[in-house]
Structure formats: structure tokens, C-alpha cells
């Protein structure tokens, strides 16, 4: 079984997706379920967790719909005011909702760097255990410092980092990055996706040989059974195809017995978010 532990739906509004820059002109359109379930029966892929791209809960709502009507959407990651009031009484209401298995915020885009320890957001966090929840981490390299911190602050809870941790490929930035994430890795609650690497490093001119490295240390990091694949669709399209995604880890773990090669595509994706 393969399942595609992270991509994106959505309907393209030039606001709403401002981060779509000129060099991601390509991702400028509509990316809905009919189009992903092509690339997946080209690709042998069994299965999605389909994450949030936009910090609404009419997001969920638009995920939530769309889980309903194509089997192959086998979880959702959505978005929560984790820093709200009601937050309890938020997650209650989505615990209820059985395709909804975690959450995510976009805090690589947080000015503050400190911003997963603030106050509010760590009680908001807190009461993601009560509800069996996960929780996706998508930072930049500048911000592992808190997300060691923080992780260590919720021993319960399960987290992943989206996209390990998006290290500056292109800029061949590697110690800082790597040093936090074989700390962050030691914590066995912590999980890592595989996913947005090709974004990472030149879109044109990347090669597996560029991103082995990074890919070589996530695996001493967080071991087997805690990598996830995910393909990061439709955005990895500004660098490359789904096939050329899929085949940068499915080639890099073929060191790896047949066992270990099935956790990293799907067992354990099926295992953290409950599937």
C-alpha cells in the first residue's frame, strides 16, 4: 500500500493564494480530486491525506466535502485557531468528524520566530491529546529552535514535520538544519514527511544526488518507522512531475529491506494518522 502522506486541493483565487509567486506560475490554476486521481493510478497510489492550504475552517469544510466524495482522500490535516477561547469546544466539534485527523498552521509564514511557544498557542496545542489529534509542523530551518522546545513540551501528542523541515537545498545550507533535526528526531513522538524537497532546491537544475544528503540524515534522524512519503502535490509541479517526486525517495530507500520500504510509503502514514 502507498499512500501520499501530503498534498493539496484547491481552487485557484489570486488573494487567497497570493504565495503562488511568478516562479510557481504553473500552479496557478484549479487542483481538484479528479485531476490527483489520474496522476495517482499512473503513480500506484492507494490513498491521500489530503492538508490544508488555506487557514479557514471553510477549508476543512471544502476538505471534508471533498473526502466524502472520493474514497481515495483517506484523511484530512485542517486548520484550528489554536490561540482561540473556545478551542476545546472547536475540537470537540471536528472529533466528531472521523476523516479529520489532525491539524496544521502555517508558521513558517509567523513573524515571530518564537511563535509555537507562545502562551496561548501552547493551550490550544494542550487539548490536541484529549482528542487523539495530530499535529503538522511547517517551519523554516530558523525556527527548529522552538520546535525542539515545543515538541518536548507535549510528549503525548504525535507531530511531523512537514517537508523536513524545508533546509535551504539550493543554497547548500546543511550543519544548522541537521544538528537540530538529529535532536528534534530523538523525541519518539516526533514523526518527519519526506515531502517538498525538489521546492527546496533549484526547480530547474536539482538532482537526487542534491538532496540525498538531506534525505540520508532525516533517515538516521527519525529511522524507518518514522518517515513518511508525500509528494507534496500540486506545488512539487513547479519543480518537476509526480513521477520524478515519487522516484527520488522510492529510488533513495531501496537500500532499505522490502519491510522498511513499505512503512515509509504508506504503513506509517496509515499508523500516525490513524487510517
Known amino acids: ?41 499512473e503513480n500506484n497510489i492507494d490513498g491521500c491525506v489530503a492538508v490544508q492550504a488555506d487557514q479557514t475552517t471553510l477549508e476543512n469544510d471544502f476538505l471534508i466535502d471533498l473526502a466524502s466524495k472520493n474514497s481515495f482522500i483517506k484523511g484530512v490535516v485542517g486548520w484550528v485557531d489554536f490561540r482561540a477561547k473556545n478551542i476545546d469546544e472547536v475540537l470537540k466539534h471536528y472529533s466528531k468528524i472521523n476523516i479529520i485527523k489532525g491539524f496544521r498552521h502555517v508558521v513558517q509564514g509567523e513573524p515571530d520566530h518564537n ?8 493551550n490550544g496545542i494542550s487539548k490536541l491529546e484529549k482528542y487523539n489529534f495530530t499535529y503538522d509542523i511547517l517551519v523554516f530551518p530558523h ?12 510528549p503525548k501528542i504525535n507531530f511531523v514535520i512537514d517537508h523536513i523541515a524545508k533546509p535551504y537545498i539550493k543554497d547548500g545550507f546543511y550543519d544548522g538544519w541537521a544538528n537540530l533535526m ?41 529511522g524507518v518507522d518514522r518517515l513518511l512519503f508525500g509528494s507534496d502535490w500540486p ?24 519491510e522498511d520500504q513499505e512503512k515509509i510509503l504508506g504503513l506509517n502514514a496509515v499508523k500516525f494518522y490513524n487510517l
Request: aromatic share 14%.
Open 115 to 122: 511563535f509555537l511557544l507562545r502562551t496561548d498557542f501552547l
Open 235 to 258: 506545488v512539487c509541479l513547479v519543480a518537476g512531475n509526480y513521477k520524478k517526486v515519487k522516484e527520488l525517495v522510492t529510488d533513495f530507500i531501496s537500500q532499505l529491506s522490502a
Open 182 to 222: 538529529l535532536t528534534i528526531g530523538a523525541q519518539q513522538n516526533v514523526y518527519c514527511k519526506l515531502s517538498g524537497m525538489v521546492t527546496e532546491a533549484d526547480y530547474i537544475a536539482w538532482t537526487p544526488e542534491t538532496i540525498q544528503p538531506y534525505m540520508q540524515l532525516v533517515l538516521k534522524a527519525f
Open 143 to 154: 525556527q527548529l529552535g522552538a520546535v525542539l522546545e515545543f515538541v518536548k513540551k507535549f
Open 1 to 41: 500500500m502507498i499512500i501520499d502522506a501530503h498534498q493539496h486541493f484547491w481552487k485557484y483565487e489570486p488573494t487567497k493564494h497570493s504565495w503562488i509567486d511568478d516562479t510557481m506560475a504553473v500552479i496557478r490554476k484549479d487542483f481538484m480530486p479528479a485531476k490527483l486521481k489520474k496522476v495517482y493510478l
